[in-house]
């Protein structure tokens, strides 16, 4: 596995021009390693995709082939994932924005649940994916400015209170700390947080560049300790707030190197507080600590293993597997971390 310094991309500074930038007391610069932190790098290996490179593994299951051959049906396939949530390395779940459904694989197979496909219900923009606290998860779906409820033991789907309206819901995230749910209301550049019955509690922020305000907010996530992480998209940074919704460090700046944003998209955190942000422009997952100093990134653009083409989603579970969404390569791939400096 080679971690690349992310190449020049100069066309990208047209995205910049007339931006405010951000705060410089509360934004981070890019910062070489030293000795302390050295230890805290992680080493990612990359361990598989889905589906398989190899063309000639049967990717589907026994139903979807027979409804392939004996009833015309089109067999369902990976198309634009946009977000994963992983379960182990040979189970995880799929928004595929193409196939405007779900996937889940299980091992080599993979494939839109039967109930799923009989609902026949067409998700026109997924975006994001958490769990829940009943062995479920949570989704959105931006055009439809909606939350859903997947329960697949009960093989169950249900909208997450009618009543509720969002502004272009995007990213979700469950906190087990506070049992709530926080939302990204990107089109209203602020933060919805709701109970588990999808009943609204409070709000956090509004649209500007100041630490807590927002410009088009995205993907987010939730740590064990409840702090939650926000890529801020274009405003170009990362905002990390604690449960109450105060701010507790914002990093990030437009750029064409290593350390900088481009087109920011998913954010996961690992076990050990290091913060991942997926860059669809650079092709890259970038590594950062709580702070904002770079660590290292994972990535590059390609086809290869772990090389990526325009990525968006990012997962990363309790044993430390990272699961990207590799959009534009049409799969997944899964990543292991470890902290012992050897290969």
Known sequence: MKLRILPHHSVLMMFFIGLTFVDPGYTQGVNRLD???????????????????????????????????????????????????????????VLDQGAMSIFNIQGELGDIPHFLQKLNHDFISLVGICSDSSGGFFFTDSFEKKIYRFLPDKKKLQVLNDSLILDQPTGIAWSEKTREIWVTETNAHRIAIVNEKGERIRNIGSRGTAPG?????????????????????????????NPAGDVVSVFGKPGDASGFFARPKGVAVDSHGNIYSVDALFHTVQVFDLKGLYLNSIGGQGQGEGEFWMPSGIYIDRNDFVYVADSYNSRIQVFQLNYNNTK
């Open 35 to 93: 000795s302390n932190t050295m230890s805290c790098v992680p080493h990612i290996k990359w361990i598989r995709q889905w589906p398989s490179s190899d063309k000639k593994k049967k990717q589907h299951s026994f139903r979807s082939r027979f409804n392939s051959i004996f009833l015309g049906k089109k067999t369902p396939s990976l198309t634009r994932p946009v977000a994963v949530m992983g379960v182990n390395p040979e189970n995880f779940w």
């Open 213 to 241: 305000e927002f410009n088009y907010p995205t993907h987010i996530w939730i740590d064990k300790n409840g702090l939650v992480y926000i890529n801020d998209a274009m405003n170009f940074r990362i905002q990390v707030l």
